[in-house]
């Protein structure tokens, strides 16, 4: 069965500064997607950014980035120039090519972000 | 652009009452359905998926039902609620099953009491 952790439960980072959000998965498929989303305190679930297996390139989205190591099956996300509205929930997530799209999720990590 | 709907946004039942959430989406035709709840302080699991009108499939067995008598629409229900149904339910929609982006609802948070 696929899983996913996320080793950290809080992080913390300074305004304008840079944080990274780690993330490991197991699986045996070869063919996934991976996820960041993001909930805010109204804990509406926001896609933060995707990567699609198959691709070498690390995705990115504005100050969004990951750093995606196929091998090593991690999957982390830094956010550069964190901003006071960065302050959230995140969770890795994953879904297999053979399910119906059944996301997998971590159990998240806590980011506050400090001015 | 598509939006997706949920209501209502809080409910308070008792144990033992009946349970109908609704989620609806606009802005696209055939999409997958998804429901799932989050327990406090955990990510979310799946509850059910809907890939067309009137097919449902159950990833974990509970005292919950779903039901998607329109395109669009996905209703989450439950004859008799229990206390362990608590939680923050979140409906999801994406353009196809399987290795797709799913984009969240707003939620409900449901407490049984």
């Known amino acids: 069965a696929q899983t996913v952790t996320q080793s950290q439960p809080e992080m913390s980072v300074q305004e304008a500064e840079t944080v990274t959000l780690s993330c490991t998965y197991d699986?045996?498929?070869?063919?996934?997607?991976l996820f960041w989303y993001k909930q805010p305190p109204s804990r509406q679930m926001i896609l933060v950014i995707r990567?699609?297996?198959?691709?070498?390139q690390n995705a990115t989205e504005n100050r969004f980035s990951v750093n995606f190591q196929k091998a090593a099956k991690s999957f982390s996300l830094k956010i550069s120039d964190s901003q006071l509205g960065d302050a959230a929930m995140y969770f890795c997530?994953?879904?297999?090519?053979?399910?119906?799209?059944?996301?997998?999720f971590g159990k998240g990590t806590k980011l506050s972000v400090k001015p | 652009s598509q939006t997706i709907h949920q209501w209502p946004a809080t409910l308070v039942q008792p144990v033992g009452s009946p349970l109908s959430l609704e989620c609806t989406v606009e802005?696209?035709?055939?999409?997958?359905l998804y429901w799932y709840r989050q327990a406090a302080g955990r990510g979310l699991q799946l509850l059910f998926y809907s890939v067309g009108i009137g097919q449902i499939s159950s990833e974990v067995p509970q005292n919950l039902s779903a039901s998607r008598p329109q395109d669009r629409q996905f209703i989450l229900s439950s004859k008799k609620l229990l206390l362990s149904d608590s939680g923050f339910y979140l409906c999801?929609?994406?353009?196809?099953?399987?290795?797709?982006?799913?984009?969240f609802g707003p939620g409900t948070r449901l407490t049984v009491l």
């Open positions: 990567q699609e297996a198959y691709k070498q």
């Open positions: 699986t045996s498929e070869s063919d996934y997607y």
């Open positions: 999801a929609w994406s353009l196809r099953g399987g290795l797709d982006t799913q984009y």
């Open positions: 997530a994953y879904v297999g090519g053979g399910s119906q799209g059944n996301l997998i």
């Open positions: 802005g696209t035709s055939n999409p997958n």
